[in-house]
């Protein structure tokens, strides 16, 4: 099983970035997905989570902001960020969450 994870970058404040989790070695669409994020000295915590029949949950902090989507044809997750923050800057992880496979992590940094 691997979950690779990209899409992060630096961006300014205000501005979007879409990340993308492509999933191998396990049937995609039976998975249920999240993900998450770590800032520097904090811990990681949950971003979004998506079912298998793509109902989804957010954390407070972005709700209204991000949208968790997937391609099951393209075994990928997606994360839809919009009007982003400072304190989005973190390293944000996707996850199956019920085999806890982790991808490696993509940066996204927010700043002027």
């Known amino acids: 099983v691997q979950l690779q994870a990209s899409g992060g970058g630096l961006v300014q404040p205000g501005g979007s970035l879409r990340l993308s989790c492509v999933a191998s070695?396990?049937?995609?669409?039976?998975?249920?997905m999240a993900w998450y994020r770590q800032a520097p000295g904090n811990q990681r915590e949950l971003v979004a989570t998506?079912?298998?029949?793509?109902?989804?949950n957010y954390a407070d902090s972005v709700k209204g902001r991000f949208t968790i989507s997937r391609d099951n044809a393209k075994n990928t997750m997606y994360l839809q960020m919009n009007s982003l923050k400072p304190e989005d800057t973190a390293v944000y992880y996707c996850?199956?969450?019920?085999?806890?496979?982790w991808g490696q992590g993509t940066q996204v940094t927010v700043s002027s």
């Open positions: 070695g396990m049937i995609f669409s039976s998975r249920f």
């Open positions: 998506i079912t298998s029949s793509s109902s989804t």
């Open positions: 996850k199956d969450v019920y085999y806890n496979y």
